[in-house]
Nanobody, 124 residues
């Protein structure tokens, strides 16, 4: 079992930065692929970024590539999403998720564990 708790969301002006955190419980944190998804009102939940259990591989949605950085700290059982050059289109609820396999990591339906979400609002 894995429990996930996000934090770090808020209101920021366009061009600003935020860092989201996802604290995970459980002894096998390193066994899980971790990812960030986001969901804007009336839209589907979209893939943002993913990091493998070892932290050796990352991937990003084209819309955030070069602006967002995903990382994880195994000692703290925590994953991060550093978001820079934020745009109004980045406004959404951001969710962290965990899955025991890396297969299909861009698909939200494969993830068995989710956090409660944290709101990010970017004003123009």
């Amino acid at each position: 079992q894995v429990q996930l708790v996000e934090s770090g969301g808020g209101l920021v002006q366009a061009g600003g930065s935020l860092r989201l955190s996802c604290a995970a419980s459980g002894r096998t944190f390193n066994d899980y692929t971790m990812a960030w998804f986001r969901q804007a009102p009336g839209k589907e939940r979209d893939f943002v970024a993913r990091i493998t259990g070892s932290g050796g591989s990352t991937d990003y949605a084209d819309s955030v590539k070069g602006r967002f950085t995903i990382s994880r700290d195994s000692a703290k059982n925590t994953m991060y999403l550093e978001m820079n050059s934020l745009k109004p289109d980045d406004t959404a609820v951001y969710y962290c998720a965990a899955h025991w396999s890396d297969w299909g990591y861009r698909r939200p339906e494969i993830y068995g564990y989710w956090g409660q979400g944290t709101q990010v609002t970017v004003s123009s």
